[in-house]
């Protein structure tokens, strides 16, 4: 008796996260895309081809003229971003935080790091990216797991699966 009353304790919980989710149930299924895929910045609208890349943690973007300055008493940064059809955009954007880089063979060296909107199929993301010089590499955007966490799948066999559209979200931090 105690054993069955037991079993139906359990269950009623178990039968609530079935039903109603647990969180992640009641989201959308993650995005399946290629190893490479177009990416929009919004709301600058800037195209860019980049790396989706699960080996890397954190998300970077090919910057130049990287710029700090201080408005409001406190520190943003201004940088230019190319995209591969000459299209230019001058960001400026608060300094989120700085990240240390350690390079194998080199000093440990600093980067500032700016939240920026991205899209990635109909997938809007609001994620930290680093400003590096990405100009030797093939793809001026590398996106890591953490903006990719939950929300897409990275099939190495495919490139391009879908295009970035998300007109009228609103960027998740998720």
Same mark, same amino acid.
């Given at each position: 008796?105690?054993?069955?009353?037991? *079993?139906? #304790? @359990?269950?009623?919980?178990?039968?609530?996260?079935? @039903? #109603?989710?647990?969180?992640? /149930?009641?989201? /959308?299924?993650?995005?399946?895309?290629?190893?490479?895929? !177009? =990416?929009?910045? *919004?709301?600058?609208? @800037?195209?860019?081809?980049?790396?989706?890349?699960?080996?890397?943690?954190?998300?970077?973007?090919?910057? /130049?003229?990287?710029?700090? &300055?201080?408005?409001?008493?406190?520190?943003?940064?201004? &940088?230019? =971003?190319? +995209?591969?059809?000459?299209?230019?955009?001058?960001?400026?954007?608060?300094?989120?935080?700085?990240?240390?880089?350690?390079?194998?063979?080199?000093?440990?060296?600093?980067? $500032?790091? =700016?939240?920026? $909107?991205?899209?990635?199929?109909?997938?809007? !993301?609001?994620?930290?990216?680093? #400003?590096?010089?990405?100009? *030797?590499? +093939?793809?001026?955007?590398?996106?890591?797991?953490?903006?990719?966490?939950?929300? =897409?799948?990275?099939?190495?066999?495919?490139? &391009?699966?879908?295009?970035?559209?998300?007109?009228?979200?609103?960027?998740?931090?998720?």
């Amino acid at each position: 008796m105690l054993v069955r009353r037991f *079993h139906k #304790l @359990l269950l009623l919980p178990t039968l609530a996260i079935l @039903l #109603l989710g647990s969180g992640s /149930a009641l989201n /959308a299924d993650p995005a399946v895309m290629g190893w490479i895929e !177009r =990416v929009r910045i *919004h709301p600058e609208d @800037l195209l860019m081809e980049a790396k989706l890349d699960t080996g890397a943690r954190n998300t970077s973007i090919d910057a /130049a003229d990287i710029v700090e &300055f201080t408005r409001g008493g406190k520190k943003w940064v201004r &940088f230019n =971003v190319s +995209n591969r059809k000459g299209r230019t955009v001058t960001f400026e954007r608060p300094i989120f935080r700085i990240a240390w880089i350690k390079r194998s063979a080199t000093k440990t060296t600093p980067r $500032p790091v =700016v939240m920026l $909107p991205l899209c990635i199929g109909n997938v809007l !993301r609001e994620v930290e990216v680093n #400003l590096a010089k990405r100009s *030797h590499l +093939n793809y001026p955007l590398l996106v890591g797991r953490s903006a990719m966490k939950g929300k =897409v799948i990275v099939d190495p066999s495919r490139e &391009f699966i879908k295009e970035p559209i998300c007109r009228g979200q609103k960027p998740g931090t998720g």
